[in-house]
Nanobody, 115 residues
C-alpha cells in the first residue's frame, strides 16, 4: 500500500497560481502512472493530468497550457503547478497512484478560485 497526502490548496483569485503537492509514503519510481483528479460539487470526478513511470504527461483539454504535472522521485512527490487559474477550476483535487493491479487515492485538497 502507498499513502498519498495532498497539500498546497487554498483560495486564490482568478489569474493566480497554486502548486499542489502529493507526498507518497514510499518510492514512486516504479509506479506505473500517477495523476491528479478533481471533483467539484455536483459533478463527477474528472481527470486533470497524469504522468507515467517514463515521464510522459497528459492533460485534460480544459487545463492544457495552464497546468503542469511533474515528479520528483527523490522526494517521493508529484506536483501540479496551476497557472492562470479560473473559477471553473474550483474543486477538491485528489492525487492518484495507479499500479495497474492496485489504485490509491489521497484525501484531497481544496482549491477555490474567486472572481
Amino acid at each position: 500500500q502507498v499513502q498519498l497526502v495532498e497539500s498546497g490548496g487554498g483560495l486564490v483569485q482568478a489569474g493566480g497560481s497554486l502548486r499542489l503537492s502529493c507526498a507518497a509514503s514510499r518510492s514512486i519510481f516504479n509506479i506505473n502512472r500517477m495523476g491528479w483528479y478533481r471533483q467539484a460539487p455536483g459533478k463527477q470526478r474528472e481527470l486533470v493530468a497524469i504522468i507515467t513511470k517514463g515521464g510522459s504527461t497528459s492533460y485534460t483539454d480544459s487545463v492544457k497550457g495552464r497546468f503542469t504535472i511533474s515528479r520528483d522521485n527523490a522526494k517521493n512527490t508529484v506536483y501540479l503547478q496551476m497557472n492562470s487559474l479560473k473559477p471553473e477550476d474550483t474543486a477538491i483535487y485528489y492525487c492518484n497512484a495507479d499500479e495497474r493491479i492496485f489504485t490509491y487515492w489521497g484525501q484531497g485538497t481544496q482549491v477555490t478560485v474567486s472572481s
